[in-house]
Antibody
Framework: EVQLVESGGVLVQPGRSMKLSCAASGFTFSSFPMAWVRQAPTKGLEWVATISTSGGSTYYRDSVKGRFTISRDNAKSTLYLQMDSLRSEDTATYYC?????WGQGTLVTVSS | DVVLTQTPPTLSATIGQSVSISCRSSQSLLDSDGDTYLNWLLQRPGQSPQLLIYSVSNLESGVPNRFSGSGSETDFTLKISGVEAEDLGVYYCMQATHAPLTFGSGTKLEIK
């Protein structure tokens, strides 16, 4: 069974950092590009970042470029999102996804 | 970025009624490999999105066959033939043909 389990979401003050993790199982993780997608409270789905199978190519939405870093460890079947200089508008539930499979999400709240 | 326009934004249906949701793309979603990477997702209240249909018309494993997808190029439709109570939630179309991933704004299905 394909499983994606996110962790790391907490309440954090503006300007601080946080790192999210996504543990994958039930499929060949290294064969799939992976993405982070977020959903602000009561809003729709918004793509955040994508990483290629090897990790050699990464892509970001403009509003997080220079602040967020997506990475992966194929040996551990784990996806990461390092989030720096967090803003209130980054408050959302963050999902990791292959595009087909989705995790349960982890809530990031940025507030003073 | 590709813009996906979903209509209607809300839908109210009785049990057993058939309904359709439209998703129109700002550009063709036919990829150079011959596939069309248009998926349909359902997000039930309080849950993460789940894949219903991939590549326009392919039913994800475990999804009831009352769900069907059709369309090509820029116009796509999700049909539910005989709505059931468990179908309530927000439906999203999503494209993965052109980077970055983009999503429709969602269609909320309510049960009368």
């Amino acid at each position: 069974e394909v499983q994606l389990v996110e962790s790391g979401g907490v309440l954090v003050q503006p300007g601080r950092s946080m790192k999210l993790s996504c543990a994958a199982s039930g499929f060949t993780f290294s064969s799939f590009p992976m993405a982070w997608v977020r959903q602000a409270p009561t809003k729709g789905l918004e793509w955040v970042a994508t990483i290629s199978t090897s990790g050699g190519s990464t892509y970001y939405r403009d509003s997080v470029k220079g602040r967020f870093t997506i990475s992966r460890d194929n040996a551990k079947s784990t996806l990461y999102l390092q989030m720096d200089s967090l803003r209130s508008e980054d408050t959302a539930t963050y999902y990791c996804t292959t595009g087909g499979a989705w995790g349960q999400g982890t809530l990031v709240t940025v507030s003073s | 970025d590709v813009v996906l326009t979903q209509t209607p934004p809300t839908l109210s249906a009785t049990i057993g009624q058939s309904v359709s949701i439209s998703c129109r793309s700002s550009q063709s979603l036919l990829d150079s490999d011959g596939d069309t990477y248009l998926n349909w997702l359902l997000q039930r209240p309080g849950q993460s999105p789940q894949l219903l249909i991939y590549s326009v018309s392919n039913l994800e494993s475990g999804v009831p066959n009352r769900f069907s997808g059709s369309g090509s190029e820029t116009d796509f439709t999700l049909k539910i033939s005989g709505v059931e109570a468990e179908d309530l939630g927000v439906y999203y179309c999503m494209q993965a043909t052109h980077a970055p991933l983009t999503f429709g704004s969602g269609t909320k299905l309510e049960i009368k």
